[in-house]
T-cell receptor, first 113, second 109 residues
Framework: EAGVAQSPRYKIIEKRQSVAFWCNPI?????LYWYQQILGQGPKLLIQ????????DSQLPKDRFSAERLKGVDSTLKIQPAKLEDSAVYLC???????????FGQGTRLTVV | AQRVTQPEKLLSVFKGAPVELKCNYS??????LFWYVQYSRQRLQLLLR??SRESIKGFTADLNKGETSFHLKKPFAQEEDSAMYYC???????????FGEGTQLTVNP
């Protein structure tokens, strides 16, 4: 089966610029996660969708981060404006339902300079 | 709030030696626990989950609710086991998946 697709793979931007990441989950997967993984740390959940509704966004810095999942399929995560501390790998994952195995994409490595 | 702790950031063993990667959790409900693995240049993937009670690639993990632990074990480590291992807890309500900080396992020849 096709896996979770993410783009771009790498992105370098200057601080205060904006950036967007795209995720295409496995077909039929209702649950979609966005994680932030800073170097040397474990993945930290930013937002979780069930179909096109937000289940959990308690750890999303809403003053600069936003995410949407239109039509309950693809999702985009946006940062505006970016800060140096946003440098990280952004992982997208999907699961058939919230209680089943999560499948991860390759991630987008963001560097803010 | 739920929390997953992996006390060792780095673990190094020799090929053929037993290995144990520690994981402790705190969660007020009934947890579902997983081990995920990330090999070099590959994506994060599921290794095993406690409810399946399977042995995957020779690894096993037992949920100990009394000690709130879910340690990953393998009796004879192989060089191809070298990877980053993450313990994760799935809330049974709300389905939040929380990860530990990870343990980098290196198996030396």
């Amino acid at each position: 089966e096709a896996g979770v697709a993410q783009s771009p793979r790498y992105k370098i931007i200057e601080k205060r610029q904006s950036v967007a990441f795209w995720c295409n989950p496995i077909s039929g997967h209702a649950t979609l996660y966005w994680y932030q993984q800073i170097l040397g740390q474990g993945p930290k959940l930013l937002i979780q969708f069930q179909n096109n509704g937000v289940v959990d966004d308690s750890q999303l810095p809403k003053d600069r981060f936003s995410a949407e999942r239109l039509k309950g399929v693809d999702s985009t995560l946006k940062i505006q404006p970016a800060k140096l501390e946003d440098s990280a790998v952004y992982l997208c994952a999907s699961s058939l339902a919230g209680y089943t195995e999560a499948f991860f994409g390759q991630g987008t490595r963001l560097t803010v300079v | 709030a739920q929390r997953v702790t992996q006390p060792e950031k780095l673990l190094s063993v020799f090929k053929g030696a037993p290995v144990e990667l520690k994981c402790n959790y705190s969660y007020s409900g009934s947890p579902e626990l997983f081990w995920y693995v990330q090999y070099s240049r590959q994506r994060l993937q599921l290794l095993l989950r406690h409810i399946s009670r399977e042995s995957i690639k020779g690894f096993t993990a037992d949920l100990n609710k009394g000690e709130t632990s879910f340690h990953l074990k393998k009796p004879f480590a192989q060089e191809e086991d070298s990877a980053m291992y993450y313990c994760a807890l799935l809330e049974t309500s709300g389905s939040r998946l929380t990860f530990g900080e990870g343990t980098q396992l290196t198996v030396n020849p």
